[in-house]
């Protein structure tokens, strides 16, 4: 029988280590807050938000919440965000999407600044994934703020295979999904740790041929138990992302994990997974960007460079050579 990677114990050790860093910035006089953007009444931001809340109580992390009807206008939505945006108390924004209808989401979810975007919501957020800016190779993010910060739930994927010890660098990993919110991030984050990574989707030619192939395996293209014992292998690695609803109501991931779990080595369950994670995430992903706001406050501001003298202006030794037009040309560049 396979490992079972429970997502409670990667949050439980994720938690006590956010919980600490909490008291030191609330130490250094800094709570870490979460500012929750929620359009509408839909019950399952409702309910996420409620689960977000909880995990933030329980690590120490401040929350506000900001709810506007469904019917709210463009305008009063961005400013809204520029409210967001321009509150230093506010080190994290989770804005809930889909936006309604009449919204054009991409313009109000590209207000948000990448720094306080801690669920990777931006195309600048997007960026630093797909450029490997936005965080180092343990997970955190790099000292450049404004590279924001991946997706949740990628990086619960990541959190579970370094909680559980599952060496990346080197090994064959499949992601078997190509969206920009699951698949996508996570196959460039699996490649940031050195694994050779293949994206398939639903319609890859010899899609199980070249699933049972993996080493690690990302389930994450939103079937119910798409993935079964024909895609599968002895020693195998599978972290199902997949939340789907059964016809008689029941949670199920996009792996057949009564089909997998005789075959492969390790698998996260569904439910109990990479969901419960993603709250950790994000938790960890707002004292992140406490941190680099704390830090960024105590940095000694930056003094221009003196001007040279008359003297040495005059001097044509001191002068600069004429730029080549390559030069001109990467100045702009």
Do not use: W
């Not at 463009?74 to 520029?82: G, H, I, N, S, W």
């Amino acid at each position: 029988m396979a490992s079972i990677l429970r997502g409670t114990d990667v949050a439980d050790a994720l938690n006590a280590r956010v919980a600490a860093e909490v008291e030191a910035l609330k130490a250094q006089g800094v709570t870490p807050t979460l500012a929750i953007l929620r359009v509408g009444e839909r019950g399952q931001d409702i309910s996420y938000e409620r689960g977000a809340t909880k995990r933030a109580e329980k690590v120490g992390v401040a929350v506000q919440n900001l709810v506007v009807p469904e019917e709210v206008t463009q305008d009063v939505l961005l400013a809204a965000v520029d409210q967001l945006n321009a509150d230093a108390r506010i080190h994290g924004v989770l804005m809930f999407r889909p936006l309604p209808g009449h919204i054009d989401e991409d313009v109000v979810r590209n207000r948000l600044l990448p720094e306080k975007d801690i669920d990777g919501i931006t195309d600048a957020s997007a960026v630093g994934v797909f450029t490997g800016a936005g965080a180092g190779a343990d997970g955190r993010q790099s000292a450049n703020r404004s590279s924001g910060f991946a997706p949740c739930t990628p990086q619960a994927c990541m959190e579970i295979l370094e909680h559980f010890g599952i060496e990346v660098k080197g090994r064959q990993a499949v992601v078997v999904g190509r969206s920009l919110v699951v698949g996508k991030p996570v196959a460039m984050m699996l490649l940031d740790r050195h694994a050779t990574v293949t994206i398939c989707h639903s319609r890859t030619k010899n899609l199980p041929d070249l699933v049972s192939r993996a080493e690690i395996v990302i389930a994450c293209v939103g079937r119910a138990k798409m993935v079964t014992a024909a895609y599968l292998s002895p020693g195998q690695v599978v972290v199902d992302v997949g939340i789907n609803v059964t016809e008689q109501g029941n949670l199920v991931g996009d792996v057949d994990f009564e089909a997998a779990s005789g075959i492969v080595d390790a698998i996260t369950p569904v439910p109990g997974g990479v969901g419960t994670v993603t709250t950790s995430v994000l938790m960890k992903h707002v004292v992140e960007a406490a941190q680099a706001a704390q830090a960024a406050s105590l940095a000694p501001a930056a003094h221009p460079a003196p001007a040279a003298s008359s003297v040495q202006a005059a001097n044509p030794a001191n002068a600069a050579s004429p730029a080549s037009p390559a030069q001109a040309a990467g100045s702009v560049l």
